[in-house]
């Protein structure tokens, strides 16, 4: 199996190892907006760089992994589909409903394949949350916290460009909500705060954000967010029910430390950041994606998952700025709603 990646960068790296080693894959062609740094990764790994992404196609592959630029990854993914190529792509799709819509159409016209990158999906911890609740062993779930809290901010170019902190970063949270409960979204309200550095003012975004969610049972969620959490790098979900509680996420790295006499120490080695945290999902995403393309198993993530999780995102994002509750299905209106 031969593989393009599209994008070397910092997650692009990380995909290109793994695949690099994977037993299925004979080869990879490594391509990247900086050519140099393309040609790089190549030499280290001992694959092949191509110029640009045209030489993808002409030279030939059997799947392409997406890693480049979020704005371009809704061209990148209908061109692949219009080639008859399985996609994986990082997340987003797109940074709006109808690009995002628009690109999965295109995979869907193509009856192509497109995976998404939410590696979370992968994770022992929510594997674990996922296998709880839908066993029963929770009984009735009645509330729900999730959090992700980053060390701190991205490269100010980042935030410009991220989607803001509801999109970037609170959307895995989402589409665990929904992965997790097995459950949807119906309604949000949201709120944010930029008191932190002027540069998230300067990008219109906020350094911390929170959202109270209703699930279609009834169940309530409470989901924050913040980019500035100076203890570390903090993920966690907790869920509760009328029989028992459970946490994902709380380990002898999680950054917080406990006032009670009797409680745990703080972590002598927080965790630093999401590639350290989900080092081994991440992994185990893309060797989920040989084993779609070899057609050894249906895909973890498409498109239409990827939408659930956005669409609630947008929806905060609204329910923000206009200070009101806001349900998700109220943005599959006017021309997105041709997509649908």
Request: proline share 5%.
């Amino acid at each position: 199996m031969r593989i393009g990646v599209i994008g070397t960068g910092r997650i692009g790296t990380i995909h290109a190892h793994t695949l690099s080693r994977h037993r299925d894959v004979g080869s990879l062609i490594l391509t990247d907006v900086d050519p140099a740094r393309a040609q790089a990764l190549a030499h280290r790994l001992g694959e092949t760089s191509a110029p640009g992404v045209d030489e993808i196609y002409t030279w030939g592959v059997d799947a392409v992994v997406i890693t480049a630029a979020t704005s371009a990854h809704a061209d990148l993914i209908g061109r692949a589909a219009r080639a008859g190529l399985p996609v994986f792509c990082e997340k987003p799709i797109a940074l709006d409903l109808a690009g995002t819509l628009q690109a999965i159409t295109e995979v869907e016209t193509a009856g192509t394949v497109l995976q998404m990158g939410f590696q979370r999906r992968f994770d022992a911890g929510y594997t674990g949350a996922r296998e709880a609740v839908r066993s029963g062993r929770l009984g009735r779930l009645h509330t729900v916290r999730a959090m992700t809290s980053d060390a701190e901010p991205p490269p100010a170019g980042h935030l410009a460009q991220s989607g803001g902190l509801y999109r970037d970063t609170l959307i895995h949270d989402f589409d665990m909500l929904r992965w997790v409960t097995g459950r949807e979204v119906t309604e949000v309200y949201a709120a944010g705060s930029d008191a932190g550095p002027a540069v998230f003012r300067e990008s219109g975004d906020v350094d911390t954000g929170a959202a109270l969610v209703t699930l279609d049972d009834g169940t309530l969620a409470s989901v924050t967010a913040t980019r500035l959490n100076g203890a570390g790098y903090d993920v966690r979900m907790e869920l509760a029910g009328e029989r028992d509680q459970i946490v994902v996420g709380l380990d002898d790295r999680t950054p917080i430390a406990s006032t009670e006499p009797t409680g745990p120490p703080a972590a002598d080695k927080p965790w630093t950041g999401f590639l350290e945290r989900f080092g081994p999902a991440y992994e185990a995403e893309l060797i989920a994606f040989v084993e779609v393309v070899r057609g050894e198993r249906a895909n973890p993530c498409d498109g239409r998952e990827a939408l659930q999780a956005l669409l609630i995102a947008e929806a905060c994002e609204l329910s923000r700025r206009e200070r009101r509750p806001v349900r998700p299905a109220e943005l599959l209106s006017g021309s997105a709603a041709a997509y649908t």
